[in-house]
């Protein structure tokens, strides 16, 4: 079973958009994906988690936790775990 990464994890993969994020949780709560608002995933076996807009930790942390997924400590180190987005990471843009 995969285990889930830490919440700075995600909130460094959310900082790379600039709109609103869904977050979905898999049926076996082993994979949490990120996607476009309008785009539902229910029929794909996820359960909606939250929609928020490049989220803290703490922000973060309270709505996984009020969505029932376990999350660990908020300062955790970045872990490698089974975070995913529906759709590829932008690059970092160069200045």
């Known amino acids: 079973m995969d285990r889930l990464p830490s919440v700075a994890d995600l909130v460094r993969q959310l900082r790379a958009f600039h709109g609103y994020r869904t977050l979905w949780i898999d049926e076996g709560g082993t994979e949490i994906v990120h996607a476009e608002p309008e ?5 794909e076996g996820y359960r909606y988690v939250a929609t928020l807009l490049r989220p803290g930790p703490e922000a973060l942390a309270d709505a996984l936790g009020r969505a029932g997924v376990p ?7 970045a872990s490698g775990g089974a975070w995913s987005a529906v759709e590829p990471l932008a690059p970092p843009l160069s200045v």
């Open 71 to 77: 999350v660990g400590p908020v300062a955790a180190e």
């Open 39 to 43: 785009e539902e995933l229910e029929a």
